[in-house]
């Protein structure tokens, strides 16, 4: 199984959601994230994330930014988006049905109809980011959950 987690900057969100869905799945499942601009490219982290990850044990420090690219679409079983905006932005690089039947909102797997977007913590603080962790683990165990169950 190959998952990617996708959000605008690949900075805050996406990356920590790399880091808890690895916590999750056995070692053979890929797991990567990107982001739908290139403005951090090359980037770590917002030191943020990297200390509210830290602050559970998980070290997402090492990763560095990148943009989706139409390879992903082919390469990856599951696209996780953030929000709705990275949905559209990312269904909209798809090039066929069987890639755009790939992608989904990250939260869909709660099944909660009235929050359907990961907030976006990179202009809030360390509450924020700890909020947006704690919405990310529960979607990260459901989507766990669901992989073992079918497997
Ligand atoms: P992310 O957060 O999409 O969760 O990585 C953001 C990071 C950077 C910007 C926006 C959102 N930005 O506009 O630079």
Redesign the pocket.
């Known amino acids: 199984m190959k998952i990617l987690m996708v959000?605008?900057?690949?900075?805050?969100?996406?990356?920590?959601a790399e880091g808890i869905m690895k916590t999750k799945l056995p070692e053979n499942c890929i797991v990567d994230s990107a982001?739908?601009?290139s403005?951090?490219e090359g980037e770590h982290?917002?030191k943020r994330?990297i200390k509210t990850a830290a602050n559970h044990t998980i070290d997402i420090s090492r990763q560095r930014?990148r943009p989706i690219t139409t390879a992903d679409f082919e390469n990856f079983d599951k696209i996780y988006c953030?929000?709705e905006g990275?949905l559209a932005d990312a269904i909209s690089k798809t090039e066929n049905e069987e890639q755009r039947q790939k992608v989904s909102l990250f939260l869909e797997v709660l099944g909660d109809h009235k929050n359907t977007e990961?907030p976006?913590?990179?202009?809030g603080d360390m509450k924020d980011f700890e909020n947006?962790f704690q919405l990310l683990d529960k979607g990260c165990e459901k989507i766990a959950e669901n992989l073992f169950l079918k497997s």
């Open positions: 959000c605008l900057g690949n900075i805050c969100r996406s990356p920590l982001g739908t601009i403005m951090h982290p917002d994330a930014s953030m929000d990275v990961v976006d913590p990179y202009w947006v």
